[in-house]
């Protein structure tokens, strides 16, 4: 039966127009020759929802990219919805403002980024400055990249015979995945900038090199306590101080009798960091095993010995997320460890390991299904965030119990948008939303479009369940006309319309 807007919230179409410009926008029904429409100056913020936040036809890709706007391509050079290519297609567009965006990633930053083309990452790496006063210049676009997460540690190895030395020099920053012939040959490389590159990871391991010397108070002091050879002078000032310790005991380089030293130290947290080093001696790892303090004992235990780097990495990825509830980007593939020991995670009795084991994507679906199953809701809500094979019915339970995944999750198409009807009334609008916009609903959530949530509001309104007369009257009240303009049960023409009375040219 048609659906009266209630007198309050009648209003005049005019009143309505942005918000059927940003239904419309939004539409998912909506043909190419209807978008194309909205790229009209006239069209206001419903040009970014279109661009930026959905989705499109490659009819109006081709039409994006050519417009005469930059901020209107901006818009797509930033988008998550498109694919990288897409993006991609901007990276020599005249605007520097529109290049620094594609180098810069989509916006929100997706959890799992995905990389550029290489041929992409290769016309960034290789820009040059075009003489004339930029907001920007090529290296500070490159700068952007960097920061980006779509520089892959494969592509940098890739990359070590590129014609181009900007593009060569990257294979140095994954100096651990090279053999020592592939390092001697940037070290001897014609080019003086591959050469320095190369060399700052050979000073890195070199106690004589960047760690000679007590760094001065400020970011590098921390980069080098962490992270480089140090001097013994420099090892024992740091170990004499309670300041530094917690550094050394992660430092790679760190030697074993700073170790074994480090593994007695009073704070916990410096004992802990020690406990998850890859090369602990096993009598020092025996020790950490029985230690005092649990997160001492259990990082020790979880992993015992012998173990790989990439595998305490990966641990140790785990264990921040879980405390620190936080979006973490994948590992690196140079830092992956072997998949057989994903494995025998999925089947361990440690929870940490079961952790990591949800993360590998290489995990075959038997272990899937029994990660899924497992007793601990941490393990199955990782599954779902991460896994291609987590089922459905576990990615809605992630969605419903963790609200900072669920932009992440809504990305997702293993997301279930059907068979949702007994969420209707949960006490989460973000859930509510999620079930009312359910084509698939025994019939049309007409209780939700008084909602106190607009977001609930216009996830009912779009819902195609409602048609005819009742989208027509949810068009003419302002508390649901976005959603109804964005309902696919519209016909073009219908849609037409509404921008017509938006004044927008055909």
Same mark, same amino acid.
């Given at each position: 039966?048609?659906?009266?807007?209630?007198?309050?919230?009648?209003?005049?179409?005019?009143?309505?127009?942005?918000?059927?410009?940003?239904?419309?926008?939004?539409?998912?029904?909506?043909?190419?020759?209807?978008?194309?429409?909205?790229?009209?100056?006239?069209?206001?913020?419903?040009?970014?929802?279109?661009?930026?936040?959905?989705?499109?036809?490659?009819?109006?890709?081709?039409?994006?990219?050519?417009?005469?706007?930059?901020?209107?391509?901006?818009?797509?050079?930033?988008?998550?919805?498109?694919?990288?290519?897409?993006?991609?297609?901007?990276?020599?567009?005249?605007?520097?403002?529109?290049?620094?965006?594609?180098?810069?990633?989509?916006?929100?930053?997706?959890?799992?980024?995905?990389?550029?083309?290489?041929?992409?990452?290769?016309?960034?790496?290789?820009?040059?400055?075009?003489?004339?006063?930029?907001?920007?210049?090529?290296?500070?676009?490159?700068?952007?990249?960097?920061?980006?997460?779509?520089?892959?540690?494969?592509?940098?190895?890739?990359?070590?015979?590129?014609?181009?030395?900007?593009?060569?020099?990257?294979?140095?920053?994954?100096?651990?995945?090279?053999?020592?012939?592939?390092?001697?040959?940037?070290?001897?490389?014609?080019?003086?900038?591959?050469?320095?590159?190369?060399?700052?990871?050979?000073?890195?391991?070199?106690?004589?090199?960047?760690?000679?010397?007590?760094?001065?108070?400020?970011?590098?002091?921390?980069?080098?306590?962490?992270?480089?050879?140090?001097?013994?002078?420099?090892?024992?000032?740091?170990?004499?101080?309670?300041?530094?310790?917690?550094?050394?005991?992660?430092?790679?380089?760190? $030697?074993?009798?700073? =170790? @074994?030293? #480090? !593994?007695? &130290?009073?704070?916990? %947290?410096? *004992?802990? +960091?020690? /406990?998850?080093?890859?090369?602990?001696?096993?009598?020092?790892?025996?020790?950490?095993?029985?230690?005092?303090?649990?997160?001492?004992?259990?990082?020790?235990?979880?992993?015992?010995?012998?173990?790989?780097?990439?595998?305490?990495?990966?641990?140790?990825?785990?264990?921040?997320?879980?405390?620190?509830?936080?979006?973490?980007?994948?590992?690196?593939?140079?830092?992956?460890?072997?998949?057989?020991?994903?494995?025998?995670?999925?089947?361990?009795?440690?929870?940490?390991?079961?952790?990591?084991?949800?993360?590998?994507?290489?995990? $075959?679906?038997?272990? =899937? @299904?029994? #990660? !899924?199953? &497992?007793?601990?809701? %941490?393990? *199955?809500? +990782?599954? /779902?965030?991460?896994?291609?094979?987590?089922?459905?019915?576990?990615?809605?339970?992630?969605?419903?119990?963790?609200?900072?995944?669920?932009?992440?999750?809504?990305?997702?198409?293993?997301?279930?948008?059907?068979?949702?009807?007994?969420?209707?009334?949960?006490?989460?609008?973000?859930?509510?939303?999620?079930?009312?916009?359910?084509?698939?609903?025994?019939?049309?959530?007409?209780?939700?479009?008084?909602?106190?949530?607009?977001?609930?509001?216009?996830?009912?309104?779009?819902?195609?369940?409602?048609?005819?007369?009742?989208?027509?009257?949810?068009?003419?009240?302002?508390?649901? !006309?976005?959603?109804?303009?964005?309902?696919?049960?519209?016909?073009?023409?219908?849609?037409?319309?509404?921008?017509?009375?938006?004044?927008?040219?055909?």
């Amino acid at each position: 039966m048609p659906i009266s807007p209630s007198a309050s919230s009648a209003c005049s179409a005019s009143d309505l127009t942005d918000l059927w410009l940003r239904g419309v926008a939004a539409n998912q029904g909506a043909p190419a020759e209807v978008l194309l429409r909205l790229l009209h100056p006239a069209a206001g913020a419903a040009r970014q929802i279109l661009c930026e936040e959905r989705g499109l036809p490659d009819e109006v890709v081709d039409t994006v990219v050519a417009h005469p706007e930059f901020k209107v391509r901006r818009s797509l050079a930033r988008n998550a919805h498109v694919a990288p290519a897409t993006r991609g297609r901007l990276v020599e567009d005249p605007h520097v403002m529109v290049r620094a965006t594609v180098a810069g990633g989509p916006h929100p930053r997706p959890r799992q980024q995905r990389p550029l083309p290489d041929d992409v990452l290769v016309t960034l790496l290789t820009a040059e400055d075009s003489g004339e006063l930029e907001l920007l210049t090529a290296d500070e676009i490159r700068s952007e990249l960097a920061a980006s997460w779509q520089v892959t540690a494969s592509f940098r190895y890739r990359m070590r015979g590129h014609e181009h030395p900007a593009v060569r020099s990257l294979a140095a920053d994954v100096w651990n995945m090279l053999t020592a012939e592939e390092r001697q040959a940037l070290l001897n490389d014609p080019d003086p900038d591959v050469r320095a590159s190369a060399e700052y990871w050979v000073r890195a391991g070199d106690p004589a090199g960047m760690g000679a010397v007590f760094p001065a108070p400020g970011h590098y002091r921390w980069m080098v306590l962490n992270n480089y050879a140090l001097s013994d002078a420099v090892l024992e000032e740091a170990l004499a101080d309670p300041e530094f310790r917690w550094s050394v005991a992660g430092n790679p380089y760190a $030697p074993p009798h700073a =170790v @074994a030293r #480090l !593994a007695r &130290d009073a704070d916990p %947290e410096v *004992r802990e +960091r020690v /406990a998850a080093r890859a090369d602990l001696d096993p009598a020092v790892w025996a020790e950490l095993a029985e230690d005092a303090h649990e997160r001492v004992r259990t990082r020790a235990r979880v992993q015992p010995l012998p173990r790989t780097q990439a595998e305490c990495l990966a641990v140790d990825h785990e264990a921040a997320e879980g405390a620190h509830d936080c979006l973490c980007l994948i590992l690196e593939p140079h830092t992956v460890p072997d998949p057989d020991w994903y494995r025998a995670c999925a089947e361990s009795e440690e929870v940490m390991l079961r952790l990591a084991a949800a993360r590998c994507p290489a995990l $075959p679906a038997d272990l =899937v @299904a029994r #990660l !899924a199953e &497992d007793p601990a809701e %941490e393990v *199955r809500h +990782r599954l /779902a965030s991460w896994h291609p094979l987590a089922p459905a019915e576990t990615v809605l339970a992630a969605f419903v119990a963790r609200p900072r995944q669920r932009p992440h999750l809504l990305m997702q198409s293993r997301l279930p948008r059907t068979g949702l009807s007994h969420l209707l009334d949960h006490e989460d609008p973000e859930v509510r939303a999620l079930a009312a916009a359910d084509p698939t609903l025994g019939r049309a959530p007409a209780a939700l479009l008084t909602d106190p949530d607009d977001r609930v509001r216009r996830a009912a309104a779009a819902n195609p369940l409602f048609t005819g007369d009742a989208v027509e009257a949810l068009l003419h009240d302002p508390a649901t !006309a976005e959603g109804a303009a964005a309902n696919p049960a519209l016909p073009p023409d219908r849609l037409h319309a509404l921008l017509d009375l938006a004044d927008l040219p055909r």
